[in-house]
Antibody, heavy 120, light 108 residues
Framework: EVQLVESGGGLIQPGGSLRLSCAAS????????MSWVRQAPGKGLEWVSV???????YFADSVKGRFTISRDTSKNTLYLQMNSLRAEDTALYYC??????????????WGQGTMVTVSS | EIVLTQSPGTLSLSPGERATLSCRAS???????LAWYQQKPGQAPRLLIY???SRATGIPDRFSGSGSGTDFTLTISRLEPEDFAVYYC?????????FGQGTKVEIK
């Protein structure tokens, strides 16, 4: 079964760091186009970052320079390292898979999300 | 950044009725790079349409997408009880990829 399971969320103080994980099963993370998408409480969806199968990475302007995306082939896991966290980063963070090389931004598999709360 | 504006914000309809949701882009979006999602409370989004008009795996044929350039439409031909949800359009033609603000389809 194709599945994504996120973990690593929690309550963190402003300025702190957190690393989110997204464990995949049923497919290979490194062969796919993997993204993070977030949703603030009661709000819409916001794309955060993508890593292409070839390793290229892209970020939303709101997180550029503070977040990094990576993957561990041996663990078949995607990561989001979040530094210098701000209150506006508070959201439910989803990892998602792009359908294929031609539709990399159309997400056909989603995890259940992990909640990040940035507050003092 | 491409801004996507969805209308209406809320659509109040009865089961069996036809729903027409609009998504307008601030710049032209190649039809290969426009998707639609459905989200129910407490659930992750579900991909309905990609490439503006291609149904994702397992999506019923009552859902259809159309449009090109800056104007796109999601149509639900006959609303089923499980279709009442929030719908988002999304473009992935240029970074940053962006979503519309959503249209809520509620039971009238």
């Amino acid at each position: 079964e194709v599945q994504l399971v996120e973990s690593g969320g929690g309550l963190i103080q402003p300025g702190g760091s957190l690393r989110l994980s997204c464990a995949a099963s049923g497919f290979t993370v490194s062969s796919n186009y993997m993204s993070w998408v977030r949703q603030a409480p009661g709000k819409g969806l916001e794309w955060v970052s993508v890593v292409y199968s070839g390793g290229s990475t892209y970020f939303a302007d709101s997180v550029k320079g503070r977040f990094t995306i990576s993957r561990d082939t041996s663990k078949n896991t995607l990561y989001l390292q979040m530094n210098s966290l701000r209150a506006e980063d508070t959201a439910l963070y989803y990892c998602a898979r792009g359908i294929n090389w031609n539709f990399v931004g159309a997400f056909d598999v989603w995890g259940q999300g992990t909640m990040v709360t940035v507050s003092s | 950044e491409i801004v996507l504006t969805q209308s209406p914000g809320t659509l109040s309809l009865s089961p069996g009725e036809r729903a027409t949701l609009s998504c307008r882009a601030s710049q032209s979006v190649s039809s290969n790079y426009l998707a639609w999602y459905q989200q129910k409370p407490g659930q992750a989004p579900r991909l309905l349409i990609y490439g503006a008009s291609s149904r994702a795996t397992g999506i019923p044929d009552r859902f259809s997408g159309s449009g090109s350039g800056t104007d796109f439409t999601l149509t639900i031909s006959r609303l089923e009880p499980e279709d009442f949800a929030v719908y988002y359009c999304q473009q992935y033609v240029s970074s940053p990829w962006t979503f519309g603000q959503g249209t809520k389809v509620e039971i009238k």
